[in-house]
T-cell receptor, first 113, second 117 residues
C-alpha cells in the first residue's frame, strides 16, 4: 500500500526567510502525481503545487518550489520569502492511476513576524 | 469564493440524532469525495462518487450513509454516531473520475466540524 510520511509535525520560520517541509512516500509504481496542499486556519484546503513523477524538472509556483527526488522517493516543499499568510497546515499527497489519493499527516507551519 | 461549499460549517449532535452534511460544487466536475480529518491523523477517504455512482467505500461504518442525487451535490447522512466520529469532514470534487486522468486535481470545500456528544 502507498504511504506518505511527513516527519515534521511542526515547523516555524521567520517572515521573509525560507523554509523547507519534508515529505517521503512509498510506492512500487512508476507513474504518479505528488501534491502539496495548504490548509489555513479557515480550513479551506488549497492546492499549492503538484509534480508529475515522469518529469525531472522540479515544479515551481511563484514562491513555492519542490525538490523531487524520485529515486529517494522524496518530495519536499520550499517556501521562499515566507509571509504571514503562509501559516497553515501543509499536507503532502500522492496519487496514481491505480490508487486513491493518499495524504500525509501534515506539518503545521508557523510564520513569525 | 470557493467552488466547493459545505453546510453546515459546525454541527453538534447527540449519539441518537440523525443529521446530514451537504456539499455542493460549482465547478462542473464529475467526481465528488468525502474525507474524514481527525486530529493528528492523515485524511481518510470515505466515499467516492463518479458521475453520481458510488465507486469507493473504504470500509466506512454503515452509520455513515452517502447520497449523490446529481453530479453537483453530495450528502453524508449521519445516524447513531459515536464520539470517536467527531472530526472535520471534508468534501472535494474533481473534473474527471478518479483513475481516469492522472492530472486530475481535487478541490476541497471548507469542511464541517462535527462534534458527537
Amino acid at each position: 500500500a502507498q504511504t506518505v510520511t511527513q516527519s515534521q509535525p511542526e515547523m516555524s520560520v521567520q517572515e521573509a526567510e525560507t523554509v523547507t517541509l519534508s515529505c517521503t512516500y512509498d510506492t512500487s509504481e512508476s507513474d504518479y502525481y505528488l501534491f502539496w496542499y495548504k490548509q489555513p486556519p479557515s480550513r479551506q484546503m488549497i492546492l499549492v503545487i503538484r509534480q508529475e513523477a515522469y518529469k525531472q524538472q522540479n515544479a515551481t509556483e511563484n514562491r513555492f518550489s519542490v525538490n523531487f527526488q524520485k529515486a529517494a522517493k522524496s518530495f519536499s516543499l520550499k517556501i521562499s520569502d515566507s509571509q504571514l499568510g503562509d501559516a497553515a497546515m501543509y499536507f503532502c499527497a500522492y496519487r496514481s492511476s491505480y490508487n486513491d489519493m493518499c495524504f500525509g499527516a501534515g506539518t503545521r507551519l508557523t510564520v513569525k513576524p | 469564493e470557493t467552488g466547493v461549499t459545505q453546510t453546515p460549517r459546525h454541527l453538534v449532535m447527540g449519539m441518537t440524532n440523525k443529521k446530514s452534511l451537504k456539499c455542493e460544487q460549482h465547478l462542473g466536475h464529475n467526481a465528488m469525495y468525502w474525507y474524514k480529518q481527525s486530529a493528528k491523523k492523515p485524511l481518510e477517504l470515505m466515499f467516492v462518487y463518479n458521475f453520481k455512482e458510488q465507486t469507493e467505500n473504504n470500509s466506512v461504518p454503515s452509520r455513515f450513509s452517502p447520497e449523490c442525487p446529481n453530479s453537483s451535490h453530495l450528502f453524508l447522512h449521519l445516524h447513531t454516531l459515536q464520539p470517536e466520529d467527531s472530526a472535520l469532514y471534508l468534501c472535494a470534487s474533481s473534473q474527471d473520475p478518479q483513475g481516469s486522468t492522472l492530472t486530475d486535481t481535487q478541490y476541497f470545500g471548507p469542511g464541517t466540524r462535527l462534534t458527537v456528544l
